[in-house]
């Protein structure tokens, strides 16, 4: 039952998925029967399996609303008041299923159950009896009873199809398809029924299919039943017929799957990465080989083993990539299966604010790591909130600025190298650096002299700062100044970066740049005070020397001029009291979004391919670090998290510089009398 329950949370994300969809479809789409019936064939998946797996609750709430859906009902309901039962349901289903994962109370069905009598008092206003033709569009049949059908034409059997209308003076309609019901098992073998609870009040209409040896016209006359049955049409089964879902209840997909293999498997994710933490071992004794092939290299260079060792290491190292390459390409799976969520984000919030809003997606097709696909999940969500009800005008201002009334959001996912870089644009109001630095300096985040000195991209990124908002009033959406500092985080943890292109009337764009995975990185070793650490290869721009001369100090910070740029410095290790202009320093250019920083090291170690591990709380509690990797020769090696030690070293007030004084009359004395020996 465990697996049973854990394969049905994953196929029930998808059904929920497919109803916000379908929802959102038949908003557009009002009155297309088709689309209706595929929400209801979706619920009627929820429902059976949900009461295959126990959860009574989901499976009770699921078969109201299916009755709710029902052709009768959905035909005379206002289109609108469908559309919001179908996603008020969704949101209510995921909120069950995620009470029933980590078993927590579950949320109250109450506003949905009020939602579903509204929809049906809507129905009950129109006629209750639908007239019926052999041609009409016929009810959708379960996987249970199509594999019932199937096994029964196999056998040679003759299957027929019944369609009944109640007569709308029976006074009982339950009594009515009792009756009918059994003239039918007194008439054949009953395979499938449709809908399922024939015996209520509200079902005016019925589907039967039968196998029978009996004629046709024999079955027609035994169906026709006087003042209960007002109209029963009978016609021969046609092979090809509709079925209500290919996720049928978990336990009998296996019984009702086609013959033919299915080459997809489902793995837990937490296996993949027992998978790929093996290959990262690998790795490592990789790298302790090779430290031991190059130490015999050096002791016997003449031995004739030598050679063999080298290419016995270098078929052990091509393989031990294509062996990384395959096992992290099963972790990459299409942006597509994010960026379909928006959708209804976007109605919603859009609806919230009272503007028209037209959501673009390209590039669903561009493949990422499901761990990184996961983590920017919210992220992307807080700024496409934030382009709908900060970005976008409404749309008089947008009509008044010549623009169409109805504004666009985008998303947008590419592969950049080893990166992949999704975009979030709008072609609203953009952003305003002047207004941004006002609201900068009102709050204490930068000091007026140091934001006059800051350039238009460097003033835009200060909306990452804590605190910072450039809204006018708080809203349920935004406008506290809470998220954008937290968007940032998230994705620097993620060792990617975030910028923002924007120009005042066209919109804003922010590009995300993430990388393929996390598990295996390309570094850079360095050493700072006899300690060895890393960073990532990606986010070292250049590497240079400078004189300790050609460092400046401006406002408590260190700066130096590479070329035509001026860097900020970062000194890790402690800055000199003294300066000694003639020393030279090894100079690590990062990039962190737009900005570019000068990192001083002591020391440069070289390049290494490196598979991280996290470390536990217990072990280092510092921000300044996120993660840690183990080298050929057994040393621990440190993952610096740039964008924290930027922030650290940045801020931390520089030494006093010595005042300059005259030397003694000792020592004036002694050195003149030293140079003139």
């Known amino acids: 039952m465990a697996e049973l329950r854990q394969l049905f949370f994953e196929t029930a994300q998808d059904i929920l998925q497919a109803l916000n969809e379908e929802a959102l479809r038949l908003e557009k789409n009002p009155g297309d029967t088709e689309t209706a019936r595929s929400i209801r064939r979706a619920v009627h998946t929820l429902k059976g399996d949900s009461a295959a797996t126990g959860f009574r609750e989901l499976s009770q709430i699921a078969h109201e609303l299916e009755d709710a859906l029902a052709p009768e009902v959905t035909s005379a309901a206002p289109p609108a008041e469908l559309v919001e039962l179908v996603l008020s349901a969704a949101d209510i289903f995921d909120s069950m299923l995620a009470a029933y ?12 159950q009020a939602r579903i009598a509204r929809l049906r008092s809507a129905g009950a206003d129109q006629s209750e009896t639908v007239s019926r033709t052999p041609a009409a569009a016929p009810l959708m049949w379960s996987e249970y009873q199509q594999v ?21 003076n029976c006074p009982t309609k339950a009594a009515a398809w009792q009756l009918f019901h059994n003239v039918l098992q007194r008439t054949g073998e009953v395979l499938a029924v ?14 039967v299919v039968i196998a029978s040896e009996k004629p046709e016209a024999w079955i027609a006359d035994r169906c026709r039943i006087p003042a209960v049955i007002a109209s029963a049409i009978v016609s021969a089964w046609k092979a090809r017929q509709p079925s209500v879902s290919a996720a049928a209840e978990p336990a009998a997909v296996a019984s009702a799957a086609s013959p033919v293999a299915e080459n997809v498997l489902r793995v837990d994710a937490e296996r993949l990465d027992q998978v790929l933490n093996l290959i990262g071992e690998l790795i490592i004794g990789r790298s302790m080989l090779q430290q031991v092939l190059g130490e015999f290299s050096r002791r016997f260079p003449k031995d004739t083993l030598r050679n063999k060792f080298a290419d016995a290491m270098a078929f052990q190292s091509r393989v031990l990539n294509d062996l990384q390459r395959s096992a992290m390409q099963v972790r990459m799976v299409p942006v597509e299966h994010l960026f379909r969520r928006f959708p209804r984000l976007v109605r919603d919030v859009a609806k919230q604010c009272g503007k028209e809003v037209t959501l673009l997606l390209s590039g669903q097709e561009t493949e990422m790591d499901k761990s990184i696909l996961d983590a920017i999940a919210e992220p992307l969500a807080h700024l496409v909130r934030n382009a709908i009800d900060h970005g976008l005008e409404g749309g008089e201002e947008r009509q008044n600025a010549g623009k169409p009334a109805k504004g666009t959001v985008r998303l947008n996912a590419y592969h950049q190298g080893n990166h992949v870089v999704v975009e979030v644009g709008d072609d609203g109001r953009g952003l305003d650096p002047a207004l941004i630095l006002k609201k900068a300096v009102e709050r204490g985040i930068v000091g007026s002299e140091e934001g006059a000195r800051l350039s238009p991209a460097e003033t835009l990124e200060l909306i990452f700062r804590p605190g910072l908002t450039t809204a006018e009033q708080v809203t349920p959406i935004s406008g506290r100044g809470i998220g954008m500092d937290v968007v940032q985080s998230v994705v620097q943890r993620l060792k990617g970066s975030i910028s923002i292109q924007s120009e005042p009337g ?13 598990a295996i990185i390309k570094s850079l070793l360095l050493r700072v005070q006899e300690r060895l650490y890393a960073i990532p290869l990606n986010a070292v721009v250049e590497i240079s020397r400078a004189s300790e001369g050609a460092v400046h100090r401006v406002d408590n910070h260190e700066v130096l001029q590479l070329r035509n740029t001026v860097l900020t ?16 320093i090894f100079l690590v250019v990062i990039a962190l979004g737009e900005r570019r920083y000068g990192l001083i090291v002591d020391e440069l170690v070289g390049e290494e391919e490196l598979v991280i591990k996290p470390l536990d709380s217990e072990v280092i509690v510092s921000d300044l670090v996120s993660g840690a990797s183990i080298l050929g020769d057994g040393r621990v090696v440190l993952m610096l998290n740039l964008s924290a030690v930027v922030e650290h070293y940045s801020q931390r007030p520089l030494p006093p510089l010595a005042a300059p004084t005259l030397p003694a009359a000792s020592s004036a004395a002694g050195a003149t009398s030293g140079g003139a020996r």
Do not use: C, W
């Open 569 to 584: 410095l970062v000194r890790m290790n402690s800055a000199p009291a003294e300066p000694a202009p003639g020393k030279r």
């Open 101 to 112: 994962r980590g078993n927590l109370q579950l949320p109250s069905v109450e506003p949905l």
């Open 194 to 207: 449709q809908p399922e609870n024939a015996g209520s009040e509200q079902i005016s209409h019925l589907e």
């Open 148 to 168: 019932a059908i199937n096994r029964a034409l196999q056998r040679g059997k003759k299957v027929y199809r019944i369609v009944a209308d109640v007569d709308p």
């Open 506 to 518: 066209q919109g804003t764009t922010f590009v995300l740049k993430l990388p393929l995975t996390l």
